[in-house]
């Protein structure tokens, strides 16, 4: 299963972007998919994920109202539109997927399938 992750970038505080994360060689359909983000120095935490169906959604409490998480099921894809970002936002996002669970899982060891990562830093 490959995971590529895309449209990070530099982007002045207050300014949106766009993350797309492509999947191939499994069902998208079969995965619960995550958009996660590491810091230099920090842990890696789920920021937003999404059900299989995409009817379910997951926001980590510091970017609910400003990010929001969506899939084509069609195109084997996983949005995650970002609005107003702030500097302290700066990180690589990873998606992922995770094939084993019924439920949204918020712990990283859940998800089976890790994209490369695509850094996105907020200038202030």
């Known amino acids: 299963v490959q995971l590529q992750a895309y449209g990070g970038g530099l982007v002045q505080a207050g300014g949106s972007l766009r993350l797309a994360c492509s999947v191939s060689?499994?069902?998208?359909?079969?995965?619960?998919m995550g958009w996660f983000r590491q810091a230099r120095g920090k842990e890696r935490e789920l920021v937003a994920g999404?059900?299989?169906?995409?009817?379910?959604?997951y926001y980590a409490n510091s970017v609910k109202g400003r990010f929001t998480i969506s899939r084509d099921n069609a195109e084997n894809t996983v949005y995650l539109q970002m609005n107003s970002l702030k500097p302290e936002e700066t990180a690589v996002y990873y998606c992922?997927?995770?094939?084993?669970?019924?439920?949204?899982?918020?712990?990283?060891?859940?998800?089976?399938?890790w994209g490369q990562g695509t850094h996105v830093t907020v200038s202030s």
């Open positions: 999404i059900s299989r169906s995409g009817g379910s959604t």
């Open positions: 992922a997927g995770d094939v084993r669970h019924f439920g949204l899982s918020v712990d990283r060891r859940d998800y089976d399938y």
């Open positions: 060689g499994r069902t998208f359909s079969s995965l619960v």
